[in-house]
């Protein structure tokens, strides 16, 4: 009796080690995570679940340079808004996208970081200091204009002390 427990102790000892392995390789990163959820509750009214909007009303978010281009680009876009004619994946929208700046720095930053890499994006991470710099350089709270807001590029330094 002894010895089988023995044994049988062993052998679990031996098939904890791949079940931790196979836990910490499911494991999502957890700024994916909350990403997600944030998502759910404040995009996927327009953009929906799946990120692919509804055309002419909404656009995808899908393969989007909106979305995997220029960080800056797209903190300023959810942060204040923006409306007026714009191209995406060779589809015209001219519509409103409310503002987000309700929305804290670490929130924005795991949106962020979960639009572009999901819906075949594969772009870099959003951090939420990178969110911070550009909310503190805008000086109006009124919508972008999608054409402007295409010229409008990078994360603004602060001026050196
Ligand atoms: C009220 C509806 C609405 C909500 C909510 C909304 N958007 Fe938008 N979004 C739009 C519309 C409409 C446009 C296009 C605006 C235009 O026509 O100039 C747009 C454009 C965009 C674009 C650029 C175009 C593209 O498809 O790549 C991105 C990126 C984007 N939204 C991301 C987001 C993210 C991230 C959120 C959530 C934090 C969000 N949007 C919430 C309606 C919305």
Redesign the pocket.
Known sequence: MKTTGRISNVWSGLLFVPFVLFLSGCAKDPVLVQGETI?MS??A???QKDGK?IPTA????HN?E??SGDKGR?IR??LRG???S?E?NGET??????P?SFLSDAQLAA??TF?RQEFENDADSVSAVEVSLVRASLVSDELFI?SELAELFGIPQLPSQ
């Not at 909404?58 to 978010?61: D, K, M, N, T, Y």
């Not at 929208?93 to 409310?98: G, H, I, L, S």
Request: charged residues 0%; contains cysteine; hydrophobic residues 55%.
């Open positions: 998502f404040y995009c009214t327009c953009h909007g909404f656009p995808s978010l989007s909106w979305v797209i876009l959810v923006m409306q007026g714009i995406v929208f001219n519509n409103v996208m409310t987000h949106v962020l639009v999608a």
